[in-house]
């Protein structure tokens, strides 16, 4: 068993001028959170660190820079989990929260619940003093950008997009620490111009993440409605106690995914040896990750369709 923690920065088609700060981010992140790993700190604290970090980076589909939705607003969703005890903390669709995973562990750790949504979480924010914001100060210019092409295109009768199509930058961590635990935590904006409400694959457990500390954690990214009809987290999860390297366990969910589904998406996965698997089936997926006696490794998977 070692120490390890792998990010992911989104599966989907990166487009060339921002594969460089998908690398930067994620190798932020990944850093990050090996600092909590490296002090002995647990594999929870590293996770949301490390999701923190690009919930900041207007790189990604995850608090600032995020999609924006049909109306034009920001809407976010989250979720950690612990391997120990299969604990686990969601949020969804909130406006006025700058860090929504660390909305989820709160979900996780200060009340009876594992998920709440929309006003009610962000109540809960307001009431144990979490970083709250202007619903503005999410969005960049890029996707205001992105937004206003979308709803041309909508006014011009443009026709329903593949599913693939919606695969964004969301972010995702996993980690295992030097006590043998592992942990997982995940955050989005969504799709680009989804329905005002819409929740996606990312704070639903077994979907979006799934962290058990005897067997191993896996965190989803991709085409959120069909994460979510296959339980895909889960499944890596699951191949993993079956036998499967977490290589495998990532490309069998994958495949469950693809085939019975037609969506995308990618995956991380690690188990309680500290190996990792990544796999993705999009375009490109970005990736950093850290283990003993290594720095940094990160980059952008390609060819993954």
């Known amino acids: 068993m070692r120490t390890a923690i792998v990010v992911h920065g ?52 995850a608090g600032v820079g995020s999609f924006l939705n049909e109306e034009g607003f920001v809407e976010l969703d989250a979720a950690i989990m612990d391997g120990r005890d299969l604990k686990a903390g969601a949020v969804g669709a909130v406006r006025r929260v700058r860090h929504p995973v660390t909305l989820a562990r709160a979900v996780m750790e200060r009340t009876e619940h ?8 962000e109540r809960l924010a307001e009431r144990l003093g979490l970083e709250m914001c202007a ?18 295109r909508e006014r011009a009768g443009g026709g329903g997009r593949p599913p693939d199509i919606f695969s964004g930058g969301t972010v995702g961590a996993a980690a295992l620490d030097d006590s043998g635990n592992l942990a997982a935590a995940v955050s989005t ?38 994460i979510m009809r296959v339980l895909m987290a889960k499944a890596a999860v699951d191949a993993l106690a079956a036998g499967a ?38 375009a490109r997926m970005a990736y950093a990750y850290i283990r003993p006696g290594g720095g940094v490794e990160a980059g952008v998977l390609v060819g993954g369709g």
């Open 189 to 226: 904006g969504g799709t680009p111009f989804k329905m005002v409400g819409r929740v996606g694959d990312s704070p639903i457990v077994g979907a979006g993440l799934y962290a058990d500390g005897e067997v191993g954690a896996a965190v989803s990214t991709g085409w959120g409605e069909g």
């Open 114 to 121: 594992v998920m709440l949504v929309g006003e009610g979480a």
């Open 245 to 282: 390297d977490p290589g495998a366990a990532a490309e069998g969910a994958l495949d469950i995914l693809l085939r019975r589904t037609g969506g995308r998406g990618g995956l991380i996965v690690l188990d309680r040896e500290g190996e990792i698997g990544l796999a993705h089936t999009t």
């Open 10 to 61: 989104g599966a989907w088609n990166i487009p060339d001028d921002l594969v460089e700060d998908h690398v930067r981010g994620t190798s932020r992140a990944a850093r990050e959170g090996w600092k909590v790993l490296s002090r002995g700190g647990s594999a929870l604290d590293a996770v949301e660190a490390a999701v923190r970090v690009m919930e900041d980076d207007p790189t990604f589909d």
């Open 135 to 152: 619903p503005g100060d999410l969005i960049v210019e890029r996707e205001l950008e992105r937004w206003r092409r979308e709803r041309e």
